[in-house]
């Protein structure tokens, strides 16, 4: 039978492949031309470990097939974009509208017998929506909402779980959460999975399956919360937070994650919100948490300005335009090339906004700097970028950093936002 995976992101075509590999048809949809030309070439427009291979392979095996207009298929795999929106007053409202658009795509080609699965990390009750959508463009067709496990369409929520850098291997290891809109929409959308998983294949209601990804995601914010807020803590009483967290750590049941610059990327800051947004009354420590995460760039910003306060003090000829600042990494986690919503990224855009002085950028995992920052800041190599500075900004605890031996490089002003040095 034949698979359509709806959106070929950093999710979609992941999956799309690793189906493909195990020799099913996959047609893969985008709206996104060049995406759709590159996937044809057998070429990926992402970067992630291995997933160029896969991709290869499938294409010119002629199992994986991109287009931008989708076909009739026996089962329909949705990953799009879930962002927030302002509205109403309210800065973070769950904005559903590529999961619209994605139904009102494929519902014209949709036939009796299908299943659509929404993998997208959703608000509760979307995917619910998302069959109302369904059913308002096919009123030929019925579905489970009104017909429950007679209607002609099963429909089921299957939240994507995998880390980026680890998609491949997390794609086929990880558990899966498969929340049907009935308990035969569970079961059929689990023999899917089935076919490509080696993990269990759990079955659930969708809503439950909706806020189960969302708990996930939110569980990492709050602990990476509590790591950030004891930093800042830490810092004001002068004590290591690294060296306390390693020893708190060695209790049998505390296990406290890392501090760093805040945190990053277009899930864990995104999908606590959703839950916020929903239930704004009762979710206290999850607002909270995301304050404290989404507050910490200000902080280390605050760090950096009070160590060129001292490289002043020290050197009273000297004044805030004669002070180097070399900042290390702009993703928005170690070892990957991922800038988007990244925190170091936001500090470094700031730091170029307010500090007079020359901004030396390591990031080995670029070529070229983003452009706003091309006007007061020149990407160096790490080497570089010390003997020039005068302040040292870690911010992403990539790999090729942690082997600098920094101590060795004379005296310094370092700001190190992940314990590393
Ligand atoms: N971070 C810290 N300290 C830590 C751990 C992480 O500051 O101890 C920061 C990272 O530097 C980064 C941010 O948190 O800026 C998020 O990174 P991450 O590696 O925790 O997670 P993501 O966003 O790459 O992927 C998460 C994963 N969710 C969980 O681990 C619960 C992944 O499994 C999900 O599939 C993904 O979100 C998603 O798509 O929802």
């Avoid at 800051?269 to 760039?297: C, H, M, Q, Y």
Wanted: glycine fraction near 6%; charged fraction near 25%; hydrophobic fraction near 40%.
């Amino acid at each position: 039978n034949t698979i359509s995976m709806i959106g070929l992101g950093y999710i979609g075509l992941p999956t799309a492949a690793v189906i493909a590999s195990r020799r099913k048809n996959v047609i893969g949809v985008d709206i996104n031309q060049h995406a759709v030309d590159t996937i044809n070439r057998g070429d990926i427009h992402i970067v992630e470990p291995e997933l160029d291979i896969i991709v290869h392979s499938a294409v010119k095996e002629g199992y994986l097939r991109a287009t931008t207009t989708p076909e009739p298929a026996d089962a329909f795999l949705i990953a799009v974009p879930t962002p927030f929106k302002a509205e109403n007053g309210n800065d973070h409202v769950p904005d559903l509208t590529y999961i619209e658009s994605a139904s009102k795509a494929i519902a014209p080609v949709l036939e009796k017998g299908n299943l659509v699965i929404l993998e997208s990390t959703s608000p509760v009750g979307a995917t619910e929506q998302m069959a109302k959508w369904l059913a308002e463009a096919r009123p030929d067709l019925t579905f489970p909402q009104t017909q429950g496990e007679e209607s002609d369409i099963r429909i089921a929520h299957c939240p994507e779980r995998v880390l980026p850098g680890h998609v491949v291997r997390e794609l086929v290891e990880n558990d899966r959460v498969i929340g049907g809109m009935t308990p035969r929409c569970s079961e059929v959308a689990a023999s899917l999975y089935r076919f490509f998983v080696d993990g269990e294949c759990i079955t659930t209601t969708a809503r439950t399956a909706e806020m189960a990804k969302l708990t996930e995601n939110s569980f990492r914010d709050v602990n990476i919360a509590f790591a950030n807020e004891l930093s800042i803590i830490c810092d004001k009483i002068d004590i290591s937070v690294w060296e306390l967290i390693r020893l708190a750590n060695r209790h049998p049941r505390v296990n406290i994650l890392q501090p760093g610059p805040g945190v990053g990327g277009h899930c864990i800051a995104v999908d606590p919100w959703f839950i916020v947004s929903e239930t704004p009354e009762e979710a206290r420590l999850i607002r909270t948490a995301r304050e404290v995460n989404d507050g910490k760039p200000e902080w280390v910003l605050e760090k950096v300005q009070q160590e060129v306060g001292k490289f002043l003090t020290a050197h009273p000829d000297k004044t805030a335009r004669d002070v180097t600042i070399a900042c290390f990494g702009l993703a928005f986690k170690p070892d990957i090339d991922d800038l988007r919503e990244s925190p170091a990224l936001k500090i470094v855009e700031r730091l170029a906004s307010i500090h007079p002085g020359n901004l030396a950028i390591v990031e080995p995992n670029i070529e070229v700097l983003p452009e706003k920052l091309r006007s007061n800041a020149e990407l160096r190599s790490a080497s570089t970028a010390i003997a020039q500075a005068d302040i040292l900004l870690l911010l992403v605890d990539h790999r090729e950093f942690k082997k600098l031996s920094i101590r060795d490089t004379g005296p310094r002003l370092i700001v190190d936002t992940r314990g590393i040095w």
